[in-house]
C-alpha cells in the first residue's frame, strides 16, 4: 500500500471547446465593448417603457419615456433649459478650478514637505468628512443665495478631497528614482520639480478626473436650495408641478454632461501623459 | 579622476523599537584612481550598504568617506550610480534620461544632446532615443542607466549590483560594454555583486565582504590582462582565483547561514 494515493486516471477526454471569451480577465474586442455597453441602456428604456406605457406604474409618478422626450424638448423650446445648463457648467467649472487651484499646489507642498503635512493633514482630514451639502445654510447666511454661494459649495466639497488625494500621491513617489536624480546632482528643488511632479502628475490627474464628478452631485444639491436658475433649480420647479418627465430629463441631461466631462478628461490625460499608458 | 577614502566607516541600524542591528563593522577602505574594484559578498553582508554610504544615500554610524580628501556630506553628481532596480524616470524618453543631470547642472542644451547622443551609441542604443523606458527591455534600461551617469562625467561610478535582475545571457554581454567602456576611459568604479565570476571578470582588484556584520575579510588583486574577452573565464588563472573566492564566499554564506 502506498502511502500516497495515486490521482484517479481517466481516460483522455478530448479537449472541451470552451469560449475564449468568457474567460476571466479576457479582453472583448472593442466592438463588442459598444454594443454590450448600449445593450444595457437598451434593457433600461425598454423596462421602463414596459412598466410606464403598459400601465403598472401611475403617469403622475414616473413619466414614461415617451413624454420624457416630449418634456425634454419642451424644456429646450419653451424654457429656456440650454441657458440653465450653462449656469450649473459654470458653477461646477468656477468652483471646481478654484479648487484645483488651491489644493493641488498645497498637496504637492505637503506630499514633498512632511513638516507641512503634519501642519495641515489632520485639519484637513477633518474637513474631509463635513458634508457639503450641510454647509449650504450657512453659506446662504454669509453669501446668500447668489453666484458666490453654489461655487462655494463646489469648493468646500472639492478642496480638502484633492489636497490629500493629491499629498498622498506626491508622497508615495518612488524613492529610487529619487535617490538616483540625487546621484545625477538633483537638489532638493530639482527633485520636487523634475521627479515628483512629473512622477506624480498622471494620477493627479486623474484624482481631478474623479472629484470632478463628484463636483456635479453638490452642484445640484445647492441649486435645489434657494436658486432661481440651474438644472437642480429646473429638478425643483418641476417637482412642484408634479412634471416627473422634466425631472428625469433633467437627471439624464447631467448624466450626459458627466459623461462628455468625463471622457474629455480621459482623452486630454492619455495625449499629455502617453508615458504611462505605454504597455 | 580620482580616489575615494573610506575611513572606519560603521553603520547600526535602528529599528523603531530601539533594537540595533550592527550592518557594517567599521570598514577601511581605499579605492585608488581609474581602480575598477568589486565588492563581493553574500547577500545581506551590508556591502550594498557601504556602497549607500559612499553615494551619500545613507550615512555611516561612525567613520568617514573621503573623496579626493573632502568628506562626502550627501549625494552628488561626482558619485554617479547604476542600482539594481530600474530607475530611469519613466516620464523622460532615453534621450531625456541621459540629459537629465546634464540639465540639472545648467548645460546648454546643444551640448547636452551632443553629449548624449554619445553616450547613446556608447551603450549601443541609437534609434531607441524617443523610446520611453517602459517600451526597452531589462539589459537595454539598465544601459541607458550606465549612460546617464557616465555622461555626467563622475568622478567615481558606483554600481550596485547594476547586472543582479537580468538573465544570465544579457549579463555576460553587459559585463563586457561596461568592461570595454571603462578600457576606453578608464573610469574608477566600486561595483558591488554577489556573483564571483563577475567579480573576478571586471575588476582589477576584489574585497570579500564577510556574512553581517560586515567587514571586508580578504582582498585580491585580479592580473589578468586587458583588454579582457569573455573566453578569460575558462583560463587557468581565472579558475584558480575563482576557487580560492569560492571558498572564502562559501564559509561566509554557512556563516549567514548559521545567524
Same mark, same amino acid.
Given at each position: 500500500?502506498?502511502?500516497? &494515493?495515486?490521482?484517479?486516471?481517466?481516460?483522455?477526454?478530448?479537449?472541451?471547446?470552451?469560449?475564449?471569451?468568457?474567460?476571466?480577465?479576457?479582453?472583448?474586442?472593442?466592438?463588442?465593448?459598444?454594443?454590450?455597453?448600449?445593450?444595457?441602456?437598451?434593457?433600461?428604456?425598454?423596462?421602463?417603457? $414596459? $412598466?410606464?406605457?403598459?400601465?403598472?406604474?401611475?403617469?403622475?409618478?414616473?413619466?414614461?419615456?415617451?413624454?420624457?422626450?416630449?418634456?425634454?424638448?419642451?424644456?429646450?423650446?419653451?424654457?429656456?433649459?440650454?441657458?440653465?445648463?450653462?449656469?450649473?457648467?459654470?458653477?461646477?467649472?468656477?468652483?471646481?478650478?478654484?479648487?484645483?487651484?488651491?489644493?493641488?499646489?498645497?498637496?504637492?507642498?505637503?506630499?514633498?514637505?512632511?513638516?507641512?503635512?503634519?501642519?495641515?493633514?489632520?485639519?484637513?482630514?477633518?474637513?474631509?468628512?463635513?458634508?457639503?451639502?450641510?454647509?449650504?445654510?450657512?453659506?446662504?447666511?454669509?453669501?446668500?443665495?447668489?453666484?458666490?454661494?453654489?461655487?462655494?459649495?463646489?469648493?468646500?466639497?472639492?478642496?480638502?478631497?484633492?489636497?490629500?488625494?493629491?499629498?498622498?500621491?506626491?508622497?508615495?513617489?518612488?524613492?529610487?528614482?529619487?535617490?538616483?536624480?540625487?546621484?545625477?546632482?538633483?537638489?532638493?528643488?530639482?527633485?520636487?520639480?523634475?521627479?515628483?511632479?512629473?512622477?506624480?502628475?498622471?494620477?493627479?490627474?486623474?484624482?481631478?478626473?474623479?472629484?470632478?464628478?463628484?463636483?456635479?452631485?453638490?452642484?445640484?444639491?445647492?441649486?435645489?436650495?434657494?436658486?432661481?436658475?440651474?438644472?437642480?433649480?429646473?429638478?425643483?420647479?418641476? &417637482?412642484?408641478?408634479?412634471?416627473?418627465? &422634466?425631472?428625469?430629463?433633467?437627471?439624464?441631461?447631467?448624466?450626459?454632461?458627466?459623461?462628455?466631462?468625463?471622457?474629455?478628461?480621459?482623452?486630454?490625460?492619455?495625449?499629455?501623459?502617453?508615458?504611462?499608458?505605454?504597455? | 579622476?580620482?580616489?575615494? *577614502?573610506?575611513? !572606519?566607516?560603521?553603520?547600526?541600524?535602528?529599528?523603531?523599537?530601539?533594537?540595533?542591528?550592527?550592518?557594517?563593522?567599521?570598514?577601511?577602505?581605499?579605492?585608488?584612481?581609474?581602480?575598477?574594484?568589486?565588492?563581493?559578498?553574500?547577500?545581506?553582508?551590508?556591502?550594498?550598504?557601504?556602497?549607500?554610504?559612499?553615494?551619500?544615500?545613507?550615512?555611516?554610524? *561612525?567613520?568617514?568617506?573621503?573623496?579626493?580628501?573632502?568628506?562626502?556630506?550627501?549625494?552628488?553628481?561626482?558619485?554617479?550610480?547604476?542600482?539594481?532596480? =530600474?530607475?530611469?524616470?519613466?516620464?523622460?524618453?532615453?534621450?531625456?534620461?541621459?540629459?537629465?543631470?546634464?540639465?540639472?547642472?545648467?548645460?546648454?542644451?546643444?551640448?547636452?544632446?551632443?553629449?548624449?547622443?554619445?553616450?547613446?551609441?556608447?551603450?549601443?542604443?541609437?534609434?531607441?532615443?524617443?523610446?520611453?523606458?517602459?517600451?526597452? *527591455?531589462?539589459?537595454?534600461?539598465?544601459?541607458?542607466?550606465?549612460?546617464?551617469?557616465?555622461?555626467?562625467?563622475?568622478?567615481?561610478?558606483?554600481?550596485?549590483?547594476?547586472?543582479? !535582475?537580468?538573465?544570465?545571457?544579457?549579463?555576460?554581454?553587459?559585463?563586457?560594454?561596461?568592461?570595454?567602456?571603462?578600457?576606453?576611459?578608464?573610469?574608477?568604479?566600486?561595483?558591488?555583486?554577489?556573483?564571483?565570476?563577475?567579480?573576478?571578470?571586471?575588476?582589477?582588484?576584489?574585497?570579500?565582504?564577510?556574512?553581517?556584520?560586515?567587514?571586508?575579510?580578504?582582498?585580491?588583486?585580479?592580473?589578468?590582462?586587458?583588454?579582457?574577452? =569573455?573566453?578569460?573565464?575558462?583560463?587557468?588563472?581565472?579558475?584558480?582565483?575563482? !576557487?580560492?573566492?569560492?571558498?572564502?564566499?562559501?564559509?561566509? *554564506?554557512? !556563516?549567514?547561514?548559521?545567524?
Amino acid at each position: 500500500m502506498s502511502a500516497v &494515493q495515486p490521482l484517479s486516471v481517466t481516460e483522455p477526454k478530448a479537449p472541451v471547446r470552451r469560449r475564449r471569451s468568457l474567460a476571466p480577465l479576457e479582453p472583448v474586442s472593442a466592438r463588442a465593448r459598444w454594443m454590450l455597453g448600449l445593450a444595457f441602456f437598451v434593457v433600461f428604456v425598454a423596462v421602463w417603457a $414596459f $412598466f410606464t406605457l403598459g400601465g403598472f406604474v401611475s403617469p403622475t409618478f414616473l413619466a414614461s419615456p415617451i413624454t420624457m422626450a416630449k418634456e425634454g424638448w419642451l424644456l429646450f423650446t419653451e424654457y429656456g433649459f440650454i441657458k440653465d445648463i450653462g449656469m450649473t457648467i459654470w458653477r461646477v467649472v468656477g468652483g471646481f478650478v478654484l479648487a484645483a487651484v488651491i489644493a493641488v499646489p498645497l498637496g504637492i507642498a505637503m506630499g514633498a514637505y512632511k513638516g507641512i503635512e503634519a501642519f495641515f493633514e489632520p485639519f484637513i482630514s477633518f474637513c474631509r468628512y463635513l458634508p457639503a451639502s450641510a454647509f449650504i445654510p450657512l453659506l446662504i447666511l454669509w453669501a446668500g443665495i447668489g453666484e458666490a454661494q453654489k461655487i462655494l459649495v463646489i469648493f468646500i466639497g472639492s478642496v480638502f478631497q484633492i489636497t490629500l488625494m493629491v499629498a498622498v500621491t506626491v508622497g508615495g513617489a518612488r524613492r529610487d528614482l529619487v535617490e538616483a536624480a540625487y546621484t545625477l546632482g538633483a537638489g532638493h528643488k530639482g527633485i520636487v520639480t523634475r521627479v515628483l511632479i512629473p512622477g506624480a502628475a498622471p494620477e493627479i490627474a486623474e484624482t481631478l478626473r474623479l472629484v470632478l464628478g463628484w463636483a456635479w452631485t453638490y452642484v445640484i444639491v445647492a441649486e435645489l436650495i434657494g436658486s432661481s436658475s440651474g438644472i437642480g433649480h429646473m429638478i425643483t420647479d418641476s &417637482q412642484a408641478l408634479l412634471n416627473t418627465g &422634466q425631472i428625469i430629463f433633467g437627471i439624464i441631461v447631467i448624466g450626459l454632461i458627466g459623461l462628455v466631462s468625463d471622457s474629455f478628461f480621459k482623452f486630454v490625460n492619455r495625449r499629455l501623459f502617453a508615458w504611462s499608458f505605454v504597455r | 579622476m580620482s580616489s575615494v *577614502s573610506i575611513q !572606519a566607516v560603521s553603520r547600526v541600524f535602528e529599528t523603531a523599537k530601539g533594537q540595533r542591528t550592527q550592518a557594517l563593522q567599521p570598514v577601511d577602505f581605499e579605492v585608488r584612481d581609474n581602480d575598477f574594484v568589486t565588492i563581493l559578498g553574500p547577500s545581506g553582508c551590508g556591502k550594498s550598504t557601504l556602497l549607500r554610504i559612499v553615494a551619500g544615500l545613507d550615512h555611516a554610524t *561612525s567613520g568617514r568617506v573621503l573623496l579626493d580628501g573632502a568628506p562626502v556630506e550627501g549625494p552628488g553628481a561626482e558619485r554617479g550610480m547604476v542600482f539594481q532596480s =530600474y530607475t530611469l524616470f519613466p516620464w523622460l524618453t532615453i534621450e531625456q534620461n541621459i540629459r537629465f543631470g546634464l540639465r540639472e547642472r545648467g548645460m546648454p542644451e546643444a551640448q547636452q544632446k551632443e553629449r548624449a547622443a554619445y553616450f547613446i551609441a556608447k551603450v549601443g542604443l541609437r534609434g531607441f532615443e524617443q523610446h520611453f523606458p517602459k517600451q526597452l *527591455s531589462g539589459g537595454m534600461q539598465q544601459r541607458t542607466a550606465i549612460a546617464r551617469a557616465l555622461a555626467n562625467d563622475p568622478k567615481i561610478l558606483l554600481m550596485d549590483e547594476p547586472f543582479g !535582475a537580468l538573465d544570465n545571457q544579457t549579463r555576460v554581454l553587459m559585463q563586457e560594454l561596461l568592461l570595454g567602456i571603462w578600457e576606453a576611459e578608464r573610469k574608477t568604479v566600486l561595483f558591488v555583486t554577489h556573483d564571483i565570476d563577475e567579480a573576478i571578470f571586471m575588476a582589477n582588484r576584489v574585497a570579500v565582504f564577510s556574512a553581517r556584520p560586515g567587514r571586508i575579510k580578504t582582498e585580491l588583486a585580479v592580473d589578468l590582462p586587458h583588454p579582457r574577452h =569573455y573566453t578569460i573565464k575558462t583560463s587557468p588563472e581565472f579558475m584558480d582565483l575563482k !576557487a580560492r573566492l569560492t571558498e572564502e564566499i562559501r564559509a561566509e *554564506s554557512m !556563516a549567514a547561514d548559521l545567524h
